[in-house]
């Protein structure tokens, strides 16, 4: 059963969030981050991405670039801008995105959890990676980037979730970006006991984004062997019900030696093909998908022997995708090393590939439908380990909504 515990977060002063919090560090280039910190001093960036602050061209994993990022952090709660909470507290965290809307709980999950596969991945992680957020964790003597966890929906808890937010909340705000992050603290003694029992009555939670954040957490736990508050890490709970998982596209650099229409010969062995002259195709349903070749748009459906399998992983249409047409078409045989293919996440649209194929920089486009939180379930259930890219979630979660001090 899953442990949830509450936990004293280091937040930002209310009226400063808006200026403070920003997205995970693996959302963005470095010269992307420089660009949104400019001028803002405050700005969370300063420490989740410290090479900013730094000669370009820095070696990102150098000494002097955590150093950087834990001066950054130390001034952050030196001026208080941070403030750490008195008592240990769950805390809500609402967000909305046009017409979409998430409220998860935030809390201290067990790093013992996590090794024991109470919390299941769906994800390979890279050591290099890891060792990167080890190095961030132990600098700063925290966790500051949460990870993104889900279960099956309880109602239960969707009904304290609901009265909850009838309340005044703690903290308020509408980023640049459109999204609105809101939160709430839970710390009176009869609502942690009631969060705490509900949670052990769920098996399992999943991880959504943070395979690295979490695994990195539980190599700092063992380490310090579970000194002060290093057994728990910094999550963020929510309903399956409520994710919003967005396509990861793929684009291709070369067309493997074939012209257009080579390529779209072959890909009729393997699709029903049909041309779209109307514009962009945003795929409606699983096994469809959409091509951006030589000026124009295509659907592709899967011809139905290809999708016939039963097996949770094989039936996924990036699998599908990868197996039938990435590999023997385009020759790239593992995308998570090849130079050939790269990955878009929907939240910038279609038109982004058009722009990077009309651009001549890619030679096609693939938009696909997004994964599903079930297939995702059924998959970490089993075991499983889900291709590189194949899920995108969003919104993402804000970085310095909550800290988590260990």
Not at 282 to 297: C, D, I, S, V
Request: aromatic share 8%; net charge neutral.
């Amino acid at each position: 059963m899953a442990e949830v515990k509450p936990f004293a977060a280091l937040r930002p002063k209310p009226e400063l969030a808006a200026q403070i919090c920003e997205l995970p560090y693996d959302v963005m280039s470095s010269a992307e981050a420089r660009e949104m910190a400019a001028g803002n001093h405050l700005s969370f960036l300063h420490v989740s991405k410290p090479e900013i602050d730094l000669p370009a061209g820095t070696d990102l994993y150098a000494p002097e670039v955590y150093a950087k990022g834990r001066e950054s952090f130390q001034r952050l709660i030196a001026n208080g801008a941070l403030r750490q909470d008195a008592q240990p507290s769950f805390y809500l965290y609402r967000q909305v995105m046009g017409k979409h809307s998430q409220t998860g709980l935030v809390a201290a999950a067990s790093c013992e959890d996590y090794l024991r596969n109470i919390i299941k991945k769906h994800e390979l992680t890279r050591v290099d990676k890891e060792d990167d957020r080890v190095r961030h964790i132990e600098t700063l003597n925290a966790q500051t980037g949460p990870v993104f966890l889900t279960y099956r929906a309880s109602a239960a808890l969707d009904e304290l979730v609901k009265k909850k937010m009838t309340e005044a909340p703690d903290i308020d705000f509408t980023a640049k970006d459109g999204v609105r992050h809101t939160s709430w603290v839970m710390g009176d003694a009869k609502t942690v006991q009631f969060i705490h029992d509900e949670f052990a009555r769920i098996p399992t939670l999943y991880i959504c984004d943070g395979h690295h954040r979490s695994a990195a957490a539980a190599r700092v736990y063992q380490s310090r062997k579970g000194a002060g508050h290093s057994g728990q890490f910094l999550a963020v709970i929510f309903p399956h019900n409520q994710m919003q998982i967005l396509p990861y596209n793929r684009v291709l650099k070369d067309l493997n030696g074939l012209t257009p229409a080579q390529l779209l010969e072959k890909l009729d062995a393997v699709f029903i093909i049909k041309g779209h002259p109307g514009g962009a195709v945003t795929p409606a349903r699983k096994h469809e998908l959409g091509l951006y070749l030589a000026g124009q748009w295509h659907t592709l459906n899967f011809r139905p022997q290809f999708a016939a399998t039963k097996d949770p992983i094989e039936k996924l249409d990036v699998t599908l995708l990868q197996k039938f047409v990435l590999a023997p078409l385009f020759g790239i045989d593992d995308p998570r090393t090849s130079k050939r293919i790269n990955f878009v996440g929907g939240i910038r649209g279609t038109g982004e590939l058009e722009k990077l194929v009309n651009a001549g920089e890619y030679a096609c486009a693939f938009s696909m439908f997004p994964t599903s939180i079930e297939d995702l379930m059924e998959i970490a259930d089993a075991g499983g380990i889900m291709p590189p890219k194949s899920t995108w979630f969003e919104p993402k979660l804000r970085d310095a909504m909550f800290c988590h001090m260990i």
